[in-house]
């Protein structure tokens, strides 16, 4: 597995702002990704993070909403634009492994929790 | 977003109890995967499964890879207090090149009294 750390762990934030919220992992790897949970729901793909290249979205995501940054092989950032209530989530970041990600595997980060007033 | 079928979506049992819940989908996958999630903690991994047919144990907690890659269960025995949580599985299949796409069950919530 590896160590995954985001910060900040949680916010409160009031609509039309923005948050940044970052990811970091312990070894480098090839495939980051970002979920949203939202509140009693499941896990939801928004993105591939890809480094040295723009993310990959899903279906219903938008990089005017959620900008990611990939700038090396340990860290990425997700940026919730322009925030509104719906935007209330837990917001996960995970790595594949094996590092090419070919298993499917996956491990997450702690999750940061968003609230939005 | 598309998301696999999860049964039971909640479970109040007894410790000591045995557990089970299952996964399906329309679609095949290439690997399923069990998680575990706490309150306020990002799903960890229980078990990975690669092949059809694959049955495979983790301490108390066995889960199988359905034969015709559309489903997959898991079991878990004898019961404790800290099993409680949400499990979810998750199917993988291919995404631009060597990359596996990760799609998620709804979930199971498992309660177990003392």
Do not use: H
Not at chain 1, 56 to 76: A, M
Not at chain 2, 6 to 15: C, G, N, R, V
């Amino acid at each position: 597995s590896a160590v995954i750390s985001q910060k900040p762990s949680r916010d409160i934030c009031q609509r039309g702002t923005s948050l940044t919220i970052q990811c970091q992992v312990d070894s480098q790897v090839t495939m980051m990704f970002w979920y949203r949970q939202q509140p009693g729901q499941s896990l939801t793909l928004i993105a591939t993070a890809n480094q040295g290249s723009e993310a990959t979205y899903e279906s219903g995501f938008v990089i005017d909403k959620f900008p990611i940054s990939r700038p090396n092989l340990t860290f990425s950032t997700l940026t919730v634009s322009n925030m509104s209530p719906e935007d209330s989530s837990i917001y996960l970041c995970s790595v594949a492994r094996p590092a090419g990600g070919g298993n499917g595997e996956q491990y997450f980060g702690p999750g940061t929790r968003l609230t939005v007033t | 977003g598309q998301q696999l079928n999860q049964s039971p979506q909640s479970m109040f049992i007894q410790e000591g109890e045995d557990v089970s819940m299952n996964c399906t989908s329309s679609s095949i996958f290439n690997t399923w995967l069990w998680y575990k999630q706490d309150p306020g903690e990002g799903p960890v991994l229980l078990i990975a499964l690669y092949k059809a047919g694959e049955l495979t144990s983790n301490g108390r907690l066995t889960a199988q890879f359905g034969i015709t890659r559309k489903d997959s269960f898991l079991n878990i025995s004898a019961s404790i207090p800290s099993d409680v949580g949400i499990y979810f599985c998750a199917g993988a299949r291919p995404y631009g090149g060597a990359t596996n796409k990760l799609i998620f069950g709804t979930g199971t919530l498992l309660a177990v009294q003392p």
